[in-house]
């Protein structure tokens, strides 16, 4: 039997508008530092999940609260269980919006947000998916999960909590990225670079201070150098010539006896490193192409950074680089750089990497490639392996099978090396709600989704659960 899900989802559309705009706004950002025991990630996430719980429980379903971290919808029975992995919590709102980010506004059939897009909206159409499927009586054979977490952004800590805590889907879907599909994506591994003690030795110049990046995964936007002792009088000038070549901005500042030096890139992304500019890396070249005479710690900091990090995203210099032919191309973003001369003088990379090679292969060419006697190399936190759904596997063709019927346009399989809740289950993938093409406004002022996009979507899930749990 066929049912009509379209026109069950446009049915809805005012229903699912008057959710999502009360999901929304909820500032949903985790916020540990307001953590306690009913809302351990702090008071947003805690709201969002009980707001997303209530509003099933309104319509009937049978749900389950997981620590106030994460939540469960239910639908249907059966041996199997079918996930629907989405997330309620958001990225903080940041500068640079024209309307509230937590008072949605509807403007040309757009609803404009933060977490409209991702992953609030996609979120909505998957629980109102469970809804028409209910509404049409449509027989399941499976057991419907769709599972809420609140620090998709963060930690992970909420869908993990679910995870150890109760049973785990059998296979499943997150509806937090992109059409036709995300099947495949790659590792994820940050690795510390520490620099061992270099023997003291006179020097003009003493560098005190090398800081540059905020986040293991972000590409450092600007980087300061503090400098004391002799400052060649034509630094400056050596500085704006750099700059100038290199497509950067720069500036010098005499402060007393410290000289501060700042540059400033461009950000991106650690899974896309080659669209940004590295200030952390530019910086350290220019410092090490200077005319400086430098202490010896700095000098040796300064030229690790210089050998084996610039003007690389692939990991070529370190000799890690490696592509597969599925997954693509290992990409290698140096985020994180502090250097002080009492302290630590370390460089955390973030690698995302294809299957074939692995985090503890990648540690040791690191240290090998600079050299064991310079640095020590640690894997920093939990390193995630590459995970991969072939295209022949039936979750994935009737995914595909089933956007192709909605959308008219063609299916194929797409890896990333970004991460989502895809990979939590050997049998996982992303998919939807973002239309191809569309431009990603997800993380950035000004987010929004499409109303006719949330709807379409809505019929668009409805249709694979109904397939996938028959
Ligand atoms: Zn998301
Ligand atoms: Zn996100």
């Given amino acids: 039997m066929d049912y009509d899900f379209t026109t069950a989802a446009n049915n809805y559309e005012d229903a699912m508008i008057a959710d999502l705009k009360a999901l929304v706004a909820i500032d949903s950002e985790r916020d540990t530092d307001k953590a306690t025991t009913e809302a351990p990630l702090g008071p947003g996430p805690a709201a969002a ?43 903080p709102a940041g500068e640079g919006w024209e309307t509230d980010p937590f008072t949605p506004v509807i403007k040309d059939g757009k609803m404009y947000g933060r977490g409209t897009a991702d992953d609030k909206g996609p979120t909505i159409a998957a629980y109102y998916a469970l809804k028409i499927l209910r509404d049409l009586n449509v027989p399941l054979n499976k057991r419907v999960h769709m599972i809420l977490g609140s620090d998709e952004e963060s930690e992970w800590y909420g869908m993990d909590r679910y995870m150890a805590t109760e049973e785990n889907p059998t296979f499943g879907f997150s509806p937090d990225a992109e059409f036709p599909i995300i099947n495949g994506e790659k590792g994820i591994a940050s690795f510390l670079i520490s620099q061992k003690r270099v023997a003291p030795k006179q020097a003009a110049t003493t560098m005190t201070s090398f800081d540059a990046g905020i986040r293991p995964n972000m590409v450092p936007v600007s980087a300061t150098a503090k400098l004391t002792g002799t400052i060649p009088a034509d630094l400056a000038d050596q500085l704006q010539t750099f700059a100038m070549t290199n497509d950067v901005t720069a500036d010098l500042t005499a402060n007393g006896s410290e ?11 650690a899974s896309t490193p080659a669209i940004g500019t590295n200030a952390g890396t530019y910086l350290a070249a220019f410092l090490n192409a200077s005319s400086l005479d430098l202490d010896p710690a700095a000098t040796a900091y300064l030229a690790t950074i210089t050998k084996y990090l610039h003007r690389d995203t692939t990991g070529t210099l370190l000799g890690i680089n490696y592509a597969d032919r599925k997954m693509g191309e290992l990409t290698a973003s140096p985020d994180i750089f502090k250097f002080s001369q009492d302290g630590k ?20 060419q690191i240290e090998t490639a600079i050299g064991v006697d310079l640095v020590d190399v640690t894997i920093d936190g939990h390193a995630q392996e590459p995970h991969y759904v072939p295209e022949s596997d039936p979750l994935v063709q009737t995914l595909l099978d089933v956007y192709t019927e909605h959308t008219g346009l063609p299916g194929h399989e797409m890896i990333i090396g970004g991460g989502t809740y895809g990979r939590i289950l050997d049998r996982g993938v992303a998919f939807g709600a973002q239309m191809p093409g569309a431009p990603d406004i997800m993380h950035l002022p000004n987010e929004y989704i499409k109303i006719e996009d949330v709807v379409r979507a809505a019929a668009i899930y409805a249709d694979a659960i109904y397939r996938l749990a028959k």
Avoid: C
């Fill in 49 to 91: 999940i009980k707001h997303a719980l209530a509003m099933a429980q309104r319509d009937g379903f049978t749900t389950k609260n997981v620590e106030n971290v994460a939540g469960r919808i239910e639908l249907g029975s059966g041996d199997d269980i079918l996930g629907v992995l989405g997330h309620v919590d958001v990225v």
């Fill in 259 to 269: 000289t501060v030096i700042t540059l400033v890139g461009q950000g991106a992304h």
């Fill in 345 to 364: 003088q370390t460089v955390l990379i973030n690698v995302r990497y294809p299957q074939g090679t692995s985090a503890d292969a990648i540690r040791d």
